[in-house]
């Protein structure tokens, strides 16, 4: 019997675009492999998959998504992202170590930035007890991505953000000298400035940023 995963693999595979593929491929610094799907068909084509075939459930909605993750093509880690976003509603804490191997493999912005900010957010909202053991060894590690992580994890909190621990994590990587977790600062300082604008300013004011961070943490502050 055909897996989901195997199914879903020979769909997408029907439409390479192998042109398209080339362009996606240098975008991304050819990091990885294209199939030659762009967003809104990718979209697509999950939508009329899914018609098609019925979804899994439980224990093999989070296999489906990890053999999709193992397949060379970027186009098949966004369709495993989108399925680990499913069953994260009934993922259990041990989850984050999913999380956490997710990061750290595959690993580009294009994909870590959506693992931070939505899974790995959402499963630390949800378990909150994992922020300090989890989020405070990922500050210190020597991967750039579980730094990343540590400092996006809260960008869709809102009201919800720990501000001591957001200012505290970008105090510890101000001095980074890598382009990703500079933007990083800049980022989660300007999704949280749309909720306090003030201690954003004085935050930005009183700590020493590279002009990359304070540039994109102002952007929208007068």
Not at 102 to 124: K, P, Q, R
Not at 166 to 177: A, H, N
Request: hydrophobic content about 40%; charged content about 30%; overall charge neutral.
């Amino acid at each position: 019997m055909t897996s989901c995963s195997d199914a879903l693999e020979a769909w997408f595979r029907e439409h390479a675009d192998s042109e398209k593929a080339v362009a996606m491929e240098a975008y991304m610094r050819n990091q990885f492999l294209f199939l030659g799907i762009k967003s809104t068909e990718h979209t697509q084509l999950t939508r009329e998959f899914w018609k098609k075939v019925d979804m899994p459930k439980g224990d093999a909605l989070l296999q489906t998504a990890e053999q999709l993750w193992q397949l060379p093509e970027r186009e098949f880690h966004y369709a495993a992202m989108a399925l680990l976003e499913k069953y994260s509603k009934q993922a259990d804490q041990s989850h984050i170590a999913v999380l956490e191997r997710w990061v750290t493999t595959n690993s580009w912005w294009d994909t870590v930035d959506f693992l931070a900010s939505h899974l790995v957010g959402n499963h630390l909202a949800k378990y909150p007890e994992l922020i300090a053991s989890y989020t405070g060894r990922w500050i210190e590690s020597d991967n750039l991505w579980l730094r990343r992580t540590a400092i996006l994890y809260q960008l869709r909190y809102k009201q919800r953000t720990d501000a001591g621990r957001l200012f505290d994590y970008i105090r510890r990587s101000k001095e980074d000298s890598d382009f990703f977790i500079r933007k990083a600062i800049g980022w989660a300082l300007r999704e949280y400035a749309k909720t306090d604008a003030a201690a954003v300013h004085r935050f930005v004011e009183e700590t020493s940023l590279s002009p990359l961070s304070k540039k994109e943490a102002l952007k929208h502050l007068v």
